[in-house]
């Protein structure tokens, strides 16, 4: 039986619209794809279920658009909720899309099954949507076209997954290039399934619109196009300005973890500055204290529990280099700490990993041993650290030997958990003077010595709020006239429980115990007030003062110093700081820029202990140094040491030849000055001229009014 069919007319504007629309639809779903491919997990479903809309619309409204491009000699409308299920169709086809694209991977079942699923939902959609139609009688469809229809929709599902997926790796305008490529291709796709399935509908002839009041017209039609094209451009824009967004967000991530990167390291770093000694790598004092605190409180516990086999004991050896500050004096500071770097990395290798190796200042080292069952256990560790330094360490050009002293503590037997360091200590003591490189174990009778330490330390550290410091000065006479040329400020110190405690005494406990620094300071604003009240009292005297490598390792140094000649209207000539051979040839850069800094502020210069160390006088006078001051070892052996004499000799003829004054310290007889103005010396002190003596002495001693 054969029917007569109405024939079909197509605008072309209409179906170049749908395609662009479908086009544009393409595009964006795949920005979308995107865009709920990276989204946070809270914001994905609002993205997902917004996207499916607006995508689904696109889609929806290209297949609308091009129903309506097609005429028929009959009036046509459609069924308002038929139409409506067939949107519904697309967006949930979206959703479907869009659910997929999110994934982390696409495995081949869920390709094949996303692409069967979503090839028939664009079939839905579509067929659904010609049926609102509501024809009489019903269309006529060529099932060999709508297979084929429905197997277009299956290949440009398939190849938009795909085309999704693939996205991923690619940034930048190639992204761009091959969205709009893609979108072109998905678009002619879409447009290829709608209108094969057009194809496939034969129409009746004498059918009627069974709608009444139905879906159409141009005048609606013109609607969706706007409605859908404004809904998609806002979309896109959203989704570009939320995309940049999004990259700012990422970068201002990232930014916050450089920084917070740079934060933990320099954390890290406070932190290993603050537990670690900076020349070694060792733990420091704070450190091993620490350490030792949750060793005793481990001890404390375990001895809750008697029944329990556990080692309860500790033990600290107190470890001290003997024959160190010569190597110092001869060599520099620099030859020094690259001892000190290797004899950290002997004991770190004797050590165990429970145990804990540090250095607490200078050449002293503690070891504190965990687990131990009784001294033997610290007896055979002190033996093999004392083995370790038979083996010469190297320096650049050299070997040196030395040998080590070790006081060995243990808790509970020898000390309570507060004193056992300073127990150690006194058993360091012990064992050094008893020639060194031995051990020693600490006994009862050791405890007056280590209270001795304790107590001078706790007055020392006392001594500035109290006031016991008193500077003493000892002239300075020229050569040739004899007269009065400066004065040497000289450092006493008197407690009221001690007595007079000799500097020889107190400075070295000073500088391990770290107070060197703040005594120094008071001595410099000492001699600044002093140098006030003479200036007052019409005398104007140049002072010497003595300045420790500690102080030279401040960076501040210059700067306070420059306060305190402001405060005090001091003028920096009037004042000369002398440094120890060892120290002004120490080559840290430091160091160096102290010196050169003194010096330019307009402060003189002296080597003191000249003679002792190992030092270049050309590099000396790169230093700006004024002076050279002869040890005293020197001027004891002058008038019956024919060697004496003749260094004492050279070292006065090489010195005026750089234009250095050289200056004799030590001379307490008649022969011994006679010499050294027959040699040339330019400035001299000693016994000899006057011993050192308070201001108010010196100005009853008329020698104030004796300058030269």
């Known amino acids: 039986m054969s029917f007569q069919m109405l024939h079909p007319s197509y605008d072309d504007g209409g179906v170049l619209l749908s395609v662009l629309i479908a086009v544009y639809a393409s595009y964006v779903a795949l920005d979308l794809a995107r865009r709920v491919r990276d989204k946070s997990r809270g914001s994905v479903i ?16 290209m297949h609308f658009v091009g129903m309506l491009a097609m005429s028929l000699p009959i009036s046509i409308t459609y069924d308002p909720l038929l139409t409506l299920l067939s949107w519904l169709v697309a967006v949930s086809v979206s959703v479907i899309s869009l659910r997929i694209a999110a994934r982390d991977q696409l495995a081949p079942s ?3 099954v996303g692409a069967l699923v979503m090839g028939a939902g664009i079939c839905g959609m579509h067929y659904i949507g010609m049926t609102a139609m509501l024809l009489t009688p019903i269309i006529i469809w060529n099932m060999w076209l709508v ?3 429905a197997g277009i929709a299956i290949l440009a599902s398939a190849v938009a997954l795909r085309v999704l997926f693939s996205m991923r790796q690619l940034h930048g305008l190639r992204a761009y290039l091959t969205q709009g490529a893609a979108a072109l291709i998905m678009g002619a796709a879409i447009a290829g399934m709608h209108y094969t399935g057009m194809a496939a509908a034969s129409f009746p002839a004498g059918a009627i619109c069974q709608t009444i009041n139905g879906l159409g017209g141009h005048n609606l039609g013109t609607m969706v196009v706007l409605a859908s094209l404004i809904l998609l451009s806002i979309t896109l824009l959203t989704s570009i300005f939320d995309a940049r967004l999004q ?13 917070n990167q740079q934060l933990q390291g320099a954390n890290a770093e406070l932190q290993r500055m603050a537990f670690r000694d900076p020349l070694t790598g060792l733990a420091n004092r704070a450190l091993l204290e620490d350490r030792l605190e949750h060793a005793l409180n481990r001890i404390s516990q375990q001895a809750t529990f008697p029944g329990k086999r556990t080692f309860t004991k500790l033990a600290v050896l107190f470890i001290d280099i003997d024959g160190f500050k010569p190597v110092n004096d001869s060599y520099g500071h620099t030859a020094g700490d690259h001892v000190l770097r290797q004899v950290s990395a002997r004991l770190s290798e004797l050590a165990r990993d429970t145990d804990t190796v540090a250095r607490i200042g200078g050449d002293e080292f503690l070891l504190l041993l965990e687990d131990v069952q009784g001294a033997s256990d610290a007896v055979v560790l002190a033996d093999r650290i004392l083995q370790s330094l038979t083996v010469p360490l190297q320096l ?3 070997e040196i030997s030395l040998s080590c002293s070790i006081g060995i503590a243990l808790f509970p037997d020898h000390a309570a958990r507060d004193r056992l360091i300073s127990c150690a200590d006194a058993a360091m003591y012990v064992a050094k003077h008893n020639g060194g490189n031995t051990y020693a174990i600490y006994e009862r009778h050791m405890q007056s010595g280590a209270l001795g330490q304790m107590d001078l330390q706790q007055a020392l550290r006392g001594a500035i709020s109290r006031n016991e410091f008193q500077l003493h000065y000892q002239p300075k006479m020229d050569g040739s006239s004899g007269k009065l040329v400066g004065l ?6 008197k407690n009221s429980s001690l007595g007079a405690v000799q500097p020889e005494v107190f400075i070295p406990l000073a500088e391990r115990f770290g107070l060197i620094v703040a005594i120094g300071d008071w001595v410099i604003e000492a001699v600044c007030r002093q140098l006030e009240r003479w200036s007052h009292e019409g005398i104007h005297m140049r002072v010497a003062i003595n300045l420790s490598g500690y102080q030279l390792r401040q960076p501040d140094l210059v700067a306070r ?4 000649f402001e405060r005090y209207s001091v003028d920096p000539k009037q004042v000369t700081c002398e440094v120890t051979e060892s120290v002004a040839m120490e080559d840290t850069a430091s160091t160096q820029r102290v010196l050169r800094q003194l010096s330019e502020l307009g402060v003189s210069l002296s080597i003191d202990d000249f003679g002792t160390g ?6 000396l006078r790169q230093l700006r140094v004024q002076q050279l001051k002869i040890d005293r070892s020197f001027i004891r052996d002058l008038d019956t040491s024919s060697d004496a004499r003749a260094v004492v000799d050279a070292v006065i003829r090489l010195a005026h030849s750089l234009s250095l004054r050289v200056v004799a310290e030590g001379v307490e007889t008649i022969e011994q000055y006679t010499a050294l103005v027959e040699l040339g010396c330019d400035e001299l002190q000693g016994f000899y001229f006057a011993q050192p003596m308070t201001a108010d002495a010196l100005i009853e001693s008329g020698l104030l009014t004796s300058l030269a």
């Open 396 to 398: 650049i050009d050299r």
């Open 46 to 61: 609002l993205w997902t279920v917004g996207g499916a809309l607006v995508m689904g619309s696109g889609i929806w409204s």
């Open 561 to 564: 110093m420059c306060q305190l």
């Open 247 to 259: 990259a700012r967000a990422f970068t201002m991530a990232q930014s916050l973890e450089e920084a």
């Open 488 to 493: 040497e400020a000289l450092l006493r110190w």
């Open 147 to 149: 297979a084929a229809s």
């Open 614 to 619: 190992y030092s270049s006088l050309a590099y």
């Open 110 to 112: 869920a390709w094949l």
